[in-house]
């Protein structure tokens, strides 16, 4: 019986097959299958509205974003990302980022190329404040600042010859920090070398002159294998007679920091004598500083891991003071006998230098951030201390960029109040999620400058955060080629004229006032 049904069942399917009627309703019920079934995954895709973060460079935020999938907004399509690790594939998410970064940066110069004036505020020109202040609407410090936040947006980039006595070296040795000393007539650099290695020189910037920018390099052949954590400028002899290193140990050689005369480059002293290396065993110091205050002459400070070290140069004297995280920042107050400190835990405290390293209640004063301090600045007057953390990243920067958004809190430069230990002014826009950048304060000028992590150098108005102006890297962003920067408004020394240098790879470019 069982065996009759089933003979039945085959015969009927096989004369279905044979039939032409069968099969070309067959094929017509599967191609409206296969049509109904792609409608509905395009529907999906077009129903989620998640806005995708690959295409953030593109500014489309209609394109859904699909796990494991980056959208090309050339060619309009989607493309398979691949685990990282495989080099042969071009769609990595690193790989993705560095082109968005590289087309912002190419649009951002040409920009800048194209317009020659800039306004920093809207509103706001050279004919209008001069009206505005001939009608006392402006006082004179206000019309003074806001003349040269105009003057701030209108530089243009001109590159710097150097000459040197070594014109091969220039061409293959990048730059890795530029230093000012007190009176922007010099620059203390730290330069890699092609067969590795770091090399020491000092730029006289005292021909820094429109419209030929001209400089001189002085080298002195002294070369270390080990990594610079932190420089400063030193006054042992005199004002900026020496520059403070603090160098990584290597395999068996222990870290130390050293006192570098600069008469060992170029003597700008009278009487300068080529001086001597002095070197002060200390085991892994991420930060210096060297100290101006009368309490505590010829002294300079280290931060280490949970320790922070008060040496004096004469007598070898030394302070220890414990800490909970790694000092990373460091100051030392001119009036006050206070050293501020800023740790990888995000706090910021001040050492009352009067306290013997076994006294309690050493720490004047306590600050938070939320994650790690890598810039701390006290102002003039020392009631206000600026400082600049890692709380930005890179992706929320670009989908700001991108996007226009202004929600988005990037608070990672902040102004303190020390009297009542609260923050009164936060600054907006800087990216930092890893590095050890510096943080540039003028005061008299009225501008905060800060270099990020995505290589772009902003300028913020110090009075009240607004963002300035954005100066993208003459060269494409790498984390290898971070730009470092001086401002001054006298390059070259009491004559020179306000701007702003840049050293990334070998060159260096100065942005002056037209």
Same mark, same amino acid.
């Given at each position: 019986?069982?065996?009759n049904?089933?003979q039945?069942?085959r ?10 009627w069968?099969r070309q309703?067959g094929?017509?019920e599967r191609g409206?299958?296969v049509?109904q079934?792609s ?7 077009g ?7 690959s295409?953030g460079a ?5 394109v ?7 959208f090309?907004p050339?060619?309009k399509?989607y493309?398979?990302l691949?685990?990282?690790h ?5 769609l990595?998410k690193?790989g993705i980022?560095q082109?968005?970064?590289e087309?912002k ?12 004036k800039?306004?920093?505020r809207m ?11 001939k009608?006392?609407f402006?006082?004179?410090t ?9 003057r ?5 980039r001109?590159k ?9 070296a ?5 730059f890795n920090?530029i ?11 730290v330069?890699d ?5 770091s090399k020491y020189g000092?730029?006289s ?6 419209p030929s ?17 932190s420089?400063?400028?030193a006054?042992l002899?005199?004002?900026?007679s020496?520059i403070l290193?603090?160098?990584m140990?290597?395999a ?7 006192l570098?005369p600069?008469?060992?480059?170029v003597?700008?002293?009278?009487g300068d004598?080529p ?5 002060f065993r200390i085991?892994g ?7 101006? $205050?009368?309490?505590?002459?010829n002294?300079? @400070?280290? !931060?280490? #891991?949970r320790? /922070? =070290?008060v040496? $004096?140069v004469?007598?070898g004297?030394r302070? @220890?003071? !414990?800490t #909970?995280?790694? /000092? =990373?920042?460091q100051?030392?107050a001119?009036?006050?006998?206070l050293?501020f400190n800023g740790c990888r ?18 720490k004047?004063?306590r600050l938070f951030?939320?994650s ?9 007057e020392?009631?206000n ?5 890692m709380?930005?990243t890179v992706?929320?920067a670009?989908?700001t960029?991108a996007t ?5 809190e990037?608070?990672?430069i902040?102004?303190w109040d ?9 600054y907006?826009g800087h990216?930092?999620?890893?590095a050890?950048l510096p943080l540039h ?9 800060a270099v ?8 913020w ?5 607004c963002?300035l102006r954005?100066?993208?890297s003459?060269?494409?962003t ?5 730009p ?15 701007g702003?240098?840049?050293a ?7 942005f002056?006032?037209s």
């Amino acid at each position: 019986m069982h065996k009759n049904s089933w003979q039945n069942r085959r015969r009927r399917r096989r004369s279905h097959q044979q039939n032409p009627w069968f099969r070309q309703q067959g094929s017509d019920e599967r191609g409206n299958l296969v049509a109904q079934q792609s409608s509905q995954d395009s529907g999906h895709v077009g129903d989620d509205e998640a806005p995708s973060t690959s295409s953030g460079a593109a500014g489309s935020s209609s394109v859904p974003d699909l796990p494991g999938y980056y959208f090309d907004p050339e060619k309009k399509r989607y493309f398979r990302l691949l685990p990282g690790h495989n080099n042969c594939n071009p769609l990595t998410k690193e790989g993705i980022r560095q082109k968005e970064m590289e087309s912002k940066r190419l649009q951002l110069l040409e920009e800048e190329d194209k317009q020659k004036k800039k306004i920093a505020r809207m509103g706001f020109n050279a004919s209008s404040l001069l009206q505005k202040s001939k009608l006392g609407f402006l006082n004179v410090t206000s019309y003074c600042r806001l003349a040269h936040e105009l003057r701030v947006s209108c530089m243009q980039r001109k590159k710097v010859q150097i000459q040197s006595s070594d014109p091969s070296a220039l061409a293959s040795d990048r730059f890795n920090l530029i230093l000012a000393d007190t009176n922007s007539d010099r620059l203390f650099t730290v330069n890699d070398v092609k067969v590795g290695g770091s090399k020491y020189g000092i730029i006289s910037l005292r021909g820094l002159k429109t419209p030929s920018l001209k400089v001189h390099m002085h080298e002195n052949l002294y070369f270390t294998n080990r990594k610079v954590n932190s420089v400063c400028w030193a006054s042992l002899n005199h004002l900026d007679s020496h520059i403070l290193l603090c160098l990584m140990g290597i395999a068996e050689t222990p870290g130390c920091a050293t006192l570098l005369p600069a008469s060992l480059f170029v003597s700008s002293h009278p009487g300068d004598r080529p001086g001597m290396l002095c070197s002060f065993r200390i085991p892994g110091a991420w930060s210096c500083a060297w100290s101006l $205050n009368i309490q505590a002459n010829n002294c300079f @400070s280290t !931060g280490l #891991s949970r320790r /922070v =070290l008060v040496t $004096n140069v004469v007598t070898g004297h030394r302070q @220890s003071f !414990g800490t #909970s995280s790694d /000092v =990373l920042a460091q100051q030392f107050a001119l009036m006050a006998p206070l050293l501020f400190n800023g740790c990888r835990s995000g706090e910021i405290f001040a050492i009352d230098l009067r306290c013997r390293n076994q006294g309690k209640g050493w720490k004047a004063t306590r600050l938070f951030h939320d994650s790690a301090v890598t810039s701390v600045q006290i102002l003039q007057e020392e009631q206000n201390l600026m400082a600049s953390d890692m709380a930005g990243t890179v992706g929320v920067a670009l989908m700001t960029q991108a996007t226009g958004a202004t929600g988005l809190e990037l608070w990672q430069i902040k102004l303190w109040d020390l009297r009542t230990t609260k923050c009164i002014r936060q600054y907006e826009g800087h990216v930092n999620e890893y590095a050890y950048l510096p943080l540039h304060v003028h005061e008299e000028e009225g501008i905060v400058v800060a270099v990020g992590q995505d290589c772009y150098t902003r300028i913020w108005s110090f009075h009240d955060a607004c963002l300035l102006r954005t100066i993208p890297s003459p060269h494409p962003t790498s984390k290898a080629d971070i730009p470092s920067v001086a401002f001054s408004s006298r390059l070259g020394g009491f004559r020179g004229a306000p701007g702003l240098l840049m050293a990334v790879q070998q060159d260096l470019y100065c942005f002056s006032y037209s």
